[in-house]
């Protein structure tokens, strides 16, 4: 396991190396596979700081006990691994009406995983505030406020919790799925969520329920049926 490792290590351009000398190898493994070697995440390789943020993401999410490949696929389709504000943001900016990001409302979503400061950050505002576990906190209040909730259940209410939209969240879901089987293809899935413990309420890795397992009479399917998954009992690695 550790000789894969150092092998696709070895395969990393020089200038992302020192980014992520500082967080586990699970997390490198992992990033290194959705930027690398996984299509549907290739068009982050050309900006500069991805491969840090996506580590920075999913160490984060491995030492709150909450599935880092789920955190990682939201922190993709929200930033594309950048920490940056929101198109709103950058529009009230470049109309002058605010001079720094620091100056931004706390409506305005920020950071990697964009998340609104108001909500989400201790004091409501952005400065000072890690955005990265604001992203994850909000991760965690989804499952917390949604017993039994299944992974597309996360994705459809991450930007609109009190809305869900299953259009996003399936297309999130599929992007999930893809980087799931490529990660199970290297043999690398199960350790990557060896650290993720089954722990009531957390938001874990696979589930015990098995995929496309039948739902209650009369309850709706989500569209993709891999989503109806429980996000918490991680199967411990083999």
Known sequence: MQTIFWVLWSLVSPEYRGAVTAVTARSAILCHTAIYAHPSMSDTRRIPDAMAVCAEVANKAIQVDIDPVLAVT???????FRDIPSWKGKTLLAQGKFKQRKDLPGWVEQGPMQVKP???????????????????RHIQRIVQDNPGIGYTGVFARYKTPMRPDYVYGGRVYSRFRQLETRLAALKQLDWIRQRVRSQEGGVCGRSKQARGTSTRAGSRRPRHSGGSRRVYEVHPPE
């Open 74 to 80: 939201i922190a993709y389709h929200e930033s594309r």
């Open 118 to 136: 108001k909500w989400h950050c201790p004091k409501g505002v952005y400065p000072g505030c890690d955005m990265v576990a604001a992203g994850l």
